[in-house]
């Protein structure tokens, strides 16, 4: 990996972790478009850039990481639990559900299903507005929402925002309910994958990687930054067009 396609890598997994239309499809398209296999240099870069994402958006939410917060971390460790115990106990098998194919139809299904949901969806004063009045209870259903992104292209933070939105939450709550909770569970998530891939960095352009680990800490704190203002102003559905028309013509280059 040379450090121009270590840019490009770095934009799109920037761009497209937190965002509800799954970095996952993206990364494929863009593997193939640049001639990068998906190898074990490949697994660690991916790794590498997913920390980096991570600390973007810590850098965004660091007023509520803090000890002050108490309450708030046990609800997202409450919302964290069915992930982790669901992933655990599949961790041996979700390679088999890592197809094109696959990646393609969760991209359709999950966009039919903030489609149905926007248009049935209808924010009222009613609706949680601040993470911080998130109940343990609508913690533990968004948690359980989570678990269907163990199915690559389902998309984590589309998964959390939809289990935000179906439980009560505003759009703009479910969605800094999905990036705090992004926090444990990908940190969790990259620090396994880094355990079983470390000895790959041996031997990596570390000058590559540096460099993409940059481009995705700049991208993602944009990213984030943006969509939260977005939010505010407009509805999922553009995301949930998009990613019907993603789905469609990964299907179609497959």
């Known amino acids: 990996?040379?450090?121009?396609?270590?840019?490009?890598?770095?934009?799109?997994?920037?761009?497209?972790e937190f965002?509800?239309?799954?970095?996952?499809?993206?990364?494929?398209?863009a593997?193939?478009?640049?001639?990068?296999?998906?190898?074990?240099v490949m697994n660690a870069y991916e790794i590498i850039i997913q920390f980096s994402a991570i600390l973007a958006v810590m850098l965004i939410y660091r007023e509520k990481i803090t000890f002050k917060k108490v309450?708030?971390?046990?609800?997202?460790?409450?919302?964290?639990l069915p992930f982790a115990i669901v992933g655990f106990l599949v961790k041996d098998h979700v390679d088999a559900l890592f197809t094109t194919q696959t990646v393609a139809y969760m991209f359709i299904i999950g966009g039919i299903v903030f489609l149905i949901l926007?248009?049935?969806?209808?924010?009222?004063?009613?609706?949680?507005?601040?993470?911080?009045?998130?109940?343990?209870?609508?913690?533990?259903?968004?948690?359980i929402s989570q678990i269907f992104a163990i199915i690559p292209g389902t998309s984590r933070s589309g998964a959390t925002i939809v289990g935000g939105l179906l439980t009560g939450l505003d759009r703009k709550a479910s969605s800094d309910f999905s990036f705090l909770l992004a926090i444990p569970v990908m940190g969790a998530v990259s620090g396994y994958s880094l355990l079983k891939h470390y000895h790959?960095?041996?031997?990596?352009?570390?000058?590559?990687?540096?460099?993409?680990?940059v481009v995705s800490f700049v991208v993602a704190y944009i990213t984030v930054k943006l969509?939260?203002?977005?939010?505010?102003k407009f509805s999922f559905v553009p995301f949930g067009i998009y990613r019907i028309i993603f789905g469609v013509i990964l299907l179609m280059v497959i």
């Open 1 to 16: 990996m040379d450090i121009f396609q270590a840019i490009i890598i770095g934009i799109i997994e920037g761009f497209t």
């Open 19 to 29: 965002l509800p239309i799954s970095s996952t499809g993206h990364m494929i398209v």
């Open 31 to 40: 593997g193939k478009f640049l001639g990068i296999p998906q190898d074990k």
């Open 71 to 80: 309450d708030l971390w046990m609800k997202l460790f409450v919302a964290f």
């Open 118 to 143: 926007e248009y049935f969806y209808n924010e009222t004063p009613e609706h949680i507005k601040e993470v911080e009045d998130v109940s343990y209870m609508q913690a533990l259903w968004i948690g």
């Open 200 to 213: 790959d960095l041996v031997g990596a352009d570390l000058t590559a990687f540096s460099v993409g680990f």
């Open 227 to 232: 969509f939260l203002v977005f939010i505010q």
